[in-house]
Nanobody
Framework: QVQLVESGGGLVQAGGSLRLSCAASGRTFSMYAMGWFRQAPGKEREAVGAISWSIGRTYYADSVKGRFTISRDNAKNTVYLQMNSLKPEDTAVYSC?????????????????WGQGTQVTVSS
């Protein structure tokens, strides 16, 4: 079992920044990747990006490329999502997820464990 706990959400003005954290605990030693997803009201959950746990390779959705950065601290079993130049359309509940096998990073079914999510609201 793996437990994921997100933190760092909140209210920010457009153009501002936030950093989300996702701390993993439990059976993390064989984790393959961690991803970030978001879900806005009335919309489907969408992939934001992911990072491979061993080599740190990152992947991003086109909508956030150049604005968001994913990083990880293996010693702390924590992944971060640095969000800059935030836009109102980035408003959503952001969730992290852990994958234990190699699959397409943008697919929800690739992930085995999910956090509860943290709200990010960007005001215009």
């Amino acid at each position: 079992q793996v437990q994921l706990v997100e933190s760092g959400g909140g209210l920010v003005q457009a153009g501002g920044s936030l950093r989300l954290s996702c701390a993993a605990s439990g059976r993390t030693f064989s984790m393959y990747a961690m991803g970030w997803f978001r879900q806005a009201p009335g919309k489907e959950r969408e992939a934001v990006g992911a990072i491979s746990w061993s080599i740190g390779r990152t992947y991003y959705a086109d909508s956030v490329k150049g604005r968001f950065t994913i990083s990880r601290d293996n010693a702390k079993n924590t992944v971060y999502l640095q969000m800059n130049s935030l836009k109102p359309e980035d408003t959503a509940v952001y969730s992290c997820a852990a994958a234990f096998s190699s699959s397409w990073w943008g697919e929800r079914t690739s992930y085995d464990y999910w956090g509860q999510g943290t709200q990010v609201t960007v005001s215009s």
